[in-house]
Every structure is written in structure tokens, then in C-alpha cells.
């Protein structure tokens, strides 16, 4: 099966955990709008959101294309992909399991998307600076120590995991906490040394992912696009927290 | 199967959607947390939460208690309760796909409730009104009309399945649906005064919804809560939008 990616071109975003899942089981994908050509690019992905071509038309982007189906929301996409690329585990209990988890890694990408854009994500970080300073200090003093407290003590819960979210061997899980993880220290550097201390299996697990082969592989690729202020996780000091 | 739902027992809230689905099905359930005795009231749902007692403990609540699985998050909740309770279509490529429209109703949850809460979900509304003002501003101008226009061609487009969102019968994303506009019509009546002359399926949807002889003895019944102020849909009469 070869994969259809549909994402922006220029950012990680929401994009990047799919990448991610992909990029490890060396599945056979292609980055539509990154590409050039008939049927590539973001006028080929805005043509399928229009609806007119699809009978399940995605809201927004992420989605993927396998074959026939065409399936959005990132975590209802790794749900899809998850057991097909060897990165889910076996039971519908464990299963489930994992998508609620993602479900939860997706309650801190919008926390984190909102730190920058809390008014709108059709105005600028400039039009909603006053905000994203308050909702910034709600995120650093609250949100994400209770979210990475909440992954940190599902790692250590499952301690028979061998440091993985779920079960005995990496899951996509894994690989959307890897991406947490550096995109928060990315956007929030100072937050991050403050809090990593205390979330010692969320580091290892970091750790662990960055150095599997196909990962590192892909991070030193040219298809690994680097963190910029334009995705999810942006550096904006002044909404990091302060020593 | 004997069903325990946990959710805060004084909102409508993420709970409903649940609700809703048990209700059809009159599904034999408990509502934990509106419960006195042992093992019931929130005290019990906030000790599940602590993460002490399961090994996949839930980061909010609403979440289920299905024999010996705890469930969490509202969509996967409803993806695990759809084929038991006859609420999903029957093939996997359909139940993804109502999977994908649930998860596309959770984002405007999401936004609801960021419409009073731009700041942070433990500060009041007094505390962020001035945020409120903007952010409600965004969310009747641009991402109403979006969202509410993608079900409306959801239900149009699906039209072998006489008014339903999936397939060719009722499912949870219907029921979701009704919650929808019966809790923007509280929250946001100028704006749905507006929209809904181009939102003809969404208005019959929620219509046919009503009038189900389930979901019209739970709506006539004190199972179902009032809309209110400490909920997701609230009504803020300087939120909605202007003539």
C-alpha cells in the first residue's frame, strides 16, 4: 500500500505525527503538497477539502489517502495506521487504550496551538499578543505540568512496558510523545527545564525514539522540516515562563 | 452490560454526548457521580482519576466503566459504545468515518467552550470576559458558519441516508449533531438565527432527533440536566453576535 499524505507543506504541525509513524515502519508514502506535478501540491490537497471529488470529505488537514479511503484527524488517522504499521498493539482493550491517549497528546497540541493563537488562527500572533501572554502563563503554571504529569505516570505505570505508553513495544504513542517532547522544549525552553526533572520516563522515552534507526535516519533528512513560527510549537520568548 | 458513566453531575457538558447515545439505546446505565452511596458521587469519580486504582487511568473525566475497562475521552467512548449499542455503522471504513465526524463535533466543543474560557478553564469568565469578547467574535464569524456548513454538506451529500450524517441509519454522530444545535440554539440564538436558514438537514436532523420516543422521554425526564452557566454551551447574551 502506498500511502497519500495531505498536509501543509512548510510546518510539522499535525502533520508530523503521522510522519513520524510513517517514517518508522519505512512505509511507502508520498507528502502530496510538498510535491510538484499533476495531482501534487496544496491545490491538489485544497481540491479534495472542497468536497466536490469526495463522498467523506475531510474538515481540515491532516489526512491520509489509502486507497480508497480518505481519513482525517491525526489521531483517527494513527488509529487507522497504528495496526497496519506494526505501531499499535494487539487487543481492541489495548487498542483503545492507545487512541485515547493520543486523543489526549491532541488535547495538549491545541493547549500548545492556543498559547499563540488563543482568538483566532485566522489573525496574527501580533493581532492576539495581549492574550497569548495570559493564556501562555495558564499553559506553563497549569495545563502542561498536569498533561506531561499525566504521560509521565502513565510511563511509570507501565513499567513492565520497558519505558513504552503501551504494552511491551513501541506504538505510535511513543512516537507522538517524542515529538511533545521536542517540540516543547522548541517552544518552551525554559518551561521544559523547569519540568523535566521531574518526568524522567518522558525523557528516556524521548531519548530512546530519537536514536531507533528510522528515526534518526528521517531526522537528518531534508523531509524532517525543522520547528519554525509558523507550526503548533512555536519560540516565542515571551510566552515561555520565566527562571 | 451494566454501563457506569463518569461525568460532573451538575453540567450537560462532554457527558451528554454520551448520554444521548445510552438514552437511545436505553442502555442500562448508572450516572456515577449524580449518585449517593458507596462508590458513587464525585468523590468516587475523582479517586478513579487519581490513577491510583487503574493501571489506564482516564486525564478527565468523561469516561466509562465497561466491566473491567475504563474509557475515556468522549468520541472514543462513543466508538467503543457505538456497535454494542447499535449506534455505528457496520463496516470499519464507516465507523472511521463517523469516528472522523465525531472528532470533528469535539473540535467545536472545543471552540464553544473557548469562546467563554479563552484563558484558562480554572479561571472564571468574569476573570477573561474582555478575551471572551474576541474570541467569541472569531468563533460566530468564521468557525460556526465553517463547521456547521461542513455538517450541513455532511447530511446533504449523504442524502441515500434519508437525513442521517452515516450510512443509512441513526448513529451516535446524529445524536451528537442534535446536542449541537440544541446547545448553540441556547447559547448563541442570534447566531443561530442567522445560520440556520442555510442549514436546512442539521435543523430536520435535530427535529427528527427530538422527537424519538427515547430521546424525548430522557429530554421530558430529570436525567437530563438544564443548560446552564457552568457548562460547555453557555448564554452570554454579549458573546452572541449582533443583529
Redesign the interface.
Known sequence: MRYELFYWPSIQGRGEFVRLALEEASAEYIDVARERGRGRGVAAMQRLMS?REL?????APPFLRAGH?V???T??IL??LGPRLGLAPESE?AR??A??LQ??VE?LV?DVH?THH???G??YYAE?RD?AR??AG?FTG??APE?LG?FE??LQ??SGGRGYGVARRLSYVDLSLFQVVAGLRYAFPQLMEQLEPSLPGLVALHDRVKQRPNIAAYLASPRRLPFNEDGIFRHYPELDCSD
Open positions: 468536497g463522498t467523506r470529505p475531510p474538515f479511503q481519513i482525517a484527524q489521531a483517527n488509529h487507522f482493550s483503545l487504550w487512541h485515547q486523543l489526549t488535547d491545541v492556543d488563543p482568538v483566532g485566522s489573525l492576539q492574550e495570559r493564556r495558564f497549569e495545563r498533561l499525566y505516570q502513565v505505570t507501565n
